[in-house]
């Protein structure tokens, strides 16, 4: 629906440089797919005549084009090469380094980076702040996912259907006197780690040690990976609400840095 409701930052639009106009008319085109010059104009409040100078340039460039038939604007073929590149440029192992970076030295503690593989996560990725204390998983290693945040994490994050299909197939080995074995107690739990954004391991993969862990997407939306903080479960879950909400941030600006764009609710 062509609206004419403006915000603050659209109305300074008409002010703006033409960098930052032309910037917004092109994201604002994403966002509508398809739309009328004269609806820009009056969304973005822009005058007809700025709106209509400003597409022009774009479409001369190729970065938007008009439908032959209706005349409406949308993305033109040079932002689809430009997306191509940059996704071309994204890759996970690349990207990840300096999130679970930025999350130790907040965090205090160690941060992994796990894959899945059929019923396991993958760590292939670690970094450790200054305090942490020295842990068990080496790159390479791997461990359960009904018995790891990190895994947990990732099953949750899948679609409903999927997810209890694959924990019913599942085989619920205990590895600690925590570790959840029942597989209606695990969907329940999943079930909450999708609705809170988190995972906890509350001492369930191995002695002593407690973790909190978030789903990263790929630009589909699909979950990908799974980044983790984990450290001795005495200091670690004290704070799981915080550390809970820090991973979870964590794991977002990586899954927007590979793409991925939320729905909003």
Known sequence: MEGTVLNTEQRGLETSGTLERGLAVLEHVGQCQEISTNAIARQLGLS??????IVGTLKNLDYLEADH?????????????????AMSATDLHRCAPRYLAALAERSGETTYLAV?????????????????????????????????????????????MDRVDRVRRMTLESLTSNTIVNHAHLLAELATTNRRGWAVDEV??????????????????????????????SRVLRRIEELGATVAAGAAELSRRLGHVPVSA
Do not use: F
């Not at 007809?48 to 100078?53: E, M």
């Not at 450790?128 to 359960?144: D, E, H």
């Not at 862990?213 to 479960?233: E, F």
């Open 116 to 160: 899945p593989d059929n019923d396991a996560m993958v760590y292939v990725a670690t970094e450790r702040s200054a305090n942490a204390v020295t842990l068990a998983c080496r790159l390479g290693t791997r461990r359960p996912q009904h018995a790891t945040s990190l895994g947990k994490a990732w099953l949750a994050a899948l679609p409903e």
């Open 48 to 53: 007809r005549s700025a709106a209509y100078r």
């Open 204 to 233: 369930e993969n191995e002695p002593d040690v407690g973790c909190v862990a978030a789903a990263v997407r790929d630009h589909s939306g699909q979950p990908v990976a799974a980044i983790s903080i984990a450290g001795p479960a």
């Open 69 to 85: 038939v209706t005349g409406r604007i949308r993305l033109g073929t040079k932002l689809v090469e430009l997306g191509v590149r």
